[in-house]
C-alpha cells in the first residue's frame, strides 16, 4: 500500500530564497491485507515505557487497524520503506472513534524513533469522542504539550499532525482539513529534531473487536522559506509569488 503523490500548489522566487513546494504524500495504507499480528513489513513496532515491543494488529475481513495486541500497553508503528524528512506530517483517518474518555485513543505520530530497537520518541496525538492531547515522548515517557475538549473526533473523521522545524519545534493540526488549535510549540531542551511518521493507540482505548484506524498517509511539508520577503528586487516579483503565480 505505497504511492506517492502531491497535494495543494506549490511556488519559489526563483533565487533561492526559499521555495514554496507541494505537500508531498510520501506512503499511505488502507490496512486491507486481513488478519494479522502486525502491519507487515513496511511497518516496525515500537517498545512502551516498559522496553515492551508491542506491536498493532490488524482485523479480518480487511476492515483495518484494529488495536493493538496487548491492550494494557501503548502500541506505535513507524512506517519504514522510506527515507523520512524531518518536516513532515502523518494523518489518520478513524473507523470506530475510542469513548474512552479524554487523553485515550488513536492518532498519527511525527518523528518517531526510527528503530523497533529503543522505547519510543516523538510527537503524538491521542484522539477520541472527548477530546484530544498532543504529546512528546521520550523514551516511552508522555509529556503533555496540550489536552482539550475543545475539539473532539467521531466515526469517519481525520486528523492530520504536522511537525516543522526546531527551537522551537512547531505543530500544526487539522481535523477534517481544518486547523485546530494553532500556534503548538515544543521548546523544552531534548525535543526531537527528526524521525519516522507512524500512529499509535493508546492503552486505555476502548475499542472490542472494531476498526480504530481506517487508513493513513505520511509526507513531507512544503519548505516555505524565508519568512522576511522584503528582499524580493521587485514589488510585483514579490506580489506574483504571494498570489501563488510563480
Known sequence: HFRTGVTGSGVADGAGRGRWVAMTVLASDTFSGGSSADL???WDATRNAANSLQPMKLT???LGLAQGTNNTQDSSESYNAI??????YSQVTFGDISTGGLGTGYGPY?????????KFNGY???????????RRVNDG?????????????????????????DSPVRFKMFKNGVEFAPGQVDTIPGYHTGG?????????????????????????????????????PKPKHRAAVLAGQI
Open 40 to 42: 507487515g513489513a513496511n
Open 60 to 62: 479480518a475481513g480487511g
Open 83 to 88: 527515507t523520512w524528512p524531518d518536516d513532515q
Open 110 to 118: 511525527v518523528r518517531m524513533t526510527p528503530k523497533n530497537e529503543a
Open 124 to 134: 503524538l496525538i491521542d484522539c477520541s469522542s472527548s477530546g484530544f492531547a498532543l
Open 141 to 165: 515517557i508522555f509529556m503533555r504539550l496540550i489536552e482539550s475538549t475543545a475539539t473532539t473526533f467521531a466515526n469517519g473523521d481525520t486528523v492530520r499532525l504536522e511537525v516543522r522545524g
Open 196 to 232: 519516522r511518521a507512524g500512529l499509535r493507540h493508546s492503552s486505555t482505548t476502548q475499542v472490542g473487536t472494531t476498526v480504530g484506524i481506517d487508513s493513513w498517509e505520511g509526507g513531507s511539508l512544503p519548505f516555505t522559506g524565508r519568512s522576511d520577503l522584503s528582499e524580493f
